[in-house]
């Protein structure tokens, strides 16, 4: 039986909540639609995210900039149009400067169905005069004390052949040109990189920087378990299944090692970078999520789940409601177990308590808030690994007598709505009355949970199943013995 102990007596160390700086979406012209702006909306408000980061801003389907015959036309207006909408909910734009306007290109290369330009510019002085214009147009428009909380991020995976035609060198050369002309516009905007896919490329893009003396003001990679593992070509479970337990904390922590005191952003991650994998729907992934960013407190400043929505177009629009698609909420803004997920990590406190115990599959925090703790565990393994149902026993050492407790669930059982729409037989398309009973089965139920107080030790019992989180909250009539003598 996994055996967990937390003293309430310990002193707190913070938990910051990276989880909730920034989540992507996919294509920017997404976010002139009305069911994306809903459902980042809801994000917003029971997920606390407050930066949205999303691909091809300055690509043609926006008309950031186009050429007319022979003339240059600048539109900033479906842009504003989108950044508007973010701030008048709360919410920030964490800006990927990138594709390519086809007026400036090079070459032809693009990728998704969208046609976005990756080759390099042919006039790297009218390409920081495009920069120069756009963000001295934000600054203008909603001032520098707004605009300086944004973060401007230049390109995505420019290692990636997919994603960038040129050579690093190139894309040293763009990124000296764009954060030199948004340091023109004020120095006090933040700029960073080198957004590289597999966290590749970090020392040197910072030795070209501190050696051009070229301002970079945060560091910016992405990673997925999938990446680093197996042989070019497996599929996603035998990339998952050659990959390592919390490989994402091990390359986390040495991507803080590398970034030489720059705060470190991962703008994207998931459970897998397969657009398609089912498992993006089930509550594996919720389990790997929830241990995933636990594990990364006080590595990084944030941490941006690839995506919030399934509203996303890459390679097609889907329509079958759960594809496996990289979102917290599906087409039609059901929660999946991810967002479920999510959500109760929002409602964690910010003091984190050591929890003694150790298990294969089996992990437990304890985060207090006020005279609150919560043990929030998860059981997860790798496809291909071994796990089972577990029963896991947590004691609180050092405890008054709770005055409550109760326990939330996801897993195959709780708050799982495609195991739902797969009993439905899996309609394509459904129908309003689909949609409200699926709300209903994705939703997390609060239930009383048992527990024996002796000697000071709260002790209470749990039945985890694979893929299982549990968060059980304990309620007690005062704080002062929760978190140590320093509170």
Known sequence: MPEFTCRLSDITTPLTHSWEHTVGSGHAPLALRADWQAQLRRCHNELGFR???????????????????????????????????????????????????????????????????????????????????????WVER?????????????????????????TQDDYFKLYRSTAEAIKDVDSSLKVGGPATAKNEWIEEFLEFCEKKRVPVDFVSTHHYPTDALGNEGDDTETQLANSRRSILREQAQDTFRRARGKPVYYTEWNASSNPRDSRHDEPYAAAFLAKTVLETNGLVEGYSFWTFSDIFEENYFPSIPFHGGFGLLNLHGIPKPTYRA???????????????????????????????????????????????TEQVRVRLAEAMEPRAAFIERIDETHANPR???????????????????????????????????????????????????????????????IGGSDR
């Not at 734009?93 to 070459?107: R, T, Y």
């Not at 050591?354 to 925090?365: C, L, P, Q």
């Open 51 to 137: 930066y949205v980061r999303f691909h091809g801003l300055l690509s043609d389907d926006m008309g950031t900039l186009i050429n007319h015959g022979d003339e240059l036309l600048y539109s900033f207006f479906n842009a504003d149009q989108i950044f508007d909408f973010l701030l008048s909910i709360g919410m920030k734009p964490f800006v990927e400067l990138s594709f390519m306007p086809e007026a400036l290109a090079s070459g032809h290369k693009t990728v998704f169905h969208y046609h976005a330009n990756v080759t390099p510019p042919k006039d790297y002085k009218q390409w920081a005069t495009l920069m120069r214009k756009l963000v001295k147009h």
């Open 142 to 166: 909603y001032g520098i004390t707004e605009v300086k909380e944004w973060f401007f991020e230049v390109w995505n995976e420019p290692n990636l052949p997919d994603f960038w035609k040129g």
């Open 342 to 388: 999510y959500e109760l990590l929002h409602r964690l406190g910010t003091e984190q308590l050591v929890v003694d115990g150790i298990h294969e599959t089996v992990n437990a925090w304890g985060v207090c808030r006020g005279d609150t703790i919560t043990v929030l565990l998860t059981n997860h393994a790798l496809p291909r690994h071994s796990i089972k």
């Open 419 to 481: 195991r739902v729409w797969r009993e439905m037989n899996g309609p394509e398309y459904l129908s309003a009355l689909d949609v409200e009973q699926l709300q209903s089965a994705s939703r997390v139920a609060r239930e009383p949970h048992a527990w024996k107080y002796e000697d000071h030790i709260v002790q209470f019992d749990i039945e985890l199943p694979p893929h299982g989180v549990a968060a059980i909250t304990v309620e007690f009539a005062s704080e002062r013995h």
